[in-house]
């Protein structure tokens, strides 16, 4: 088996781990206008203020904003919800464990310009293997100086439509997959949430492990 087929075929097994997310909306009586409220200010989802805090991942390489009440998933329920043996490294889930967010390290060798080719090559995978994903948008944004190529769309399951956000980046010259979901009827109130926590990322340095020692 080639280069390109193992890739085809890892990103296949990690595209077939989709879980569906719980409904959730806003509370319309806030104290701040939904246009000004951001993962650093808080946001009120479902009545509730969901607080995010910045979180290190994938080996304490980069850090990441994220929902406090997102734990990580243990492994005998990672072991349930994701059968295959290729299953992410890192699944951060909220106390239903239906909204995700979820890291995969890959071992093929990429360059901070590859970005954008993993991410097509990744759409063409799975838009050929499932017909009915729609894809929404796609880009690139420089974050922490890594070109981080991003695509949004959406896929039916069983009994539900899943909103998700995919992005990829170069790190250590492996490619770092992150992915987002949620019910596409809740797109409108994770969709700028999911994009911030993207936004967020910032790559460690060593002496940042240190401590700046």
Known sequence: MGKDDHLDEKIIKMIDQVETPVVVSYDAKTEMPPEERTIYTGLKIAGQWTEFEERPFVED????????????????????????EQRPQTIQTDSTGAVNFLFSYMDEHITNDD?????????????????????QSRGKEVISDKNVAYVEFSNPTMDAKLYNLMF?????????????????????????????????IKILSPKDDEGGA
């Open 61 to 84: 390489k980069i850090t990441m904003m994220i929902p406090k009440e997102f734990t990580e998933m243990s492994s005998e329920d990672a072991k349930i919800k994701y059968p295959m």
């Open 115 to 135: 970005t954008e080719m993993v991410r097509d090559k990744l759409l063409s995978i799975i838009t050929r293997v499932n017909p009915g994903i729609k894809p």
């Open 168 to 200: 990829f980046l170069e790190l250590d010259e492996k490619t770092l997959m992150g992915s987002f979901n949620c019910l596409t009827k809740s797109m409108k109130y994770w969709q700028k949430p999911a994009f911030e926590m993207m936004r967020s």
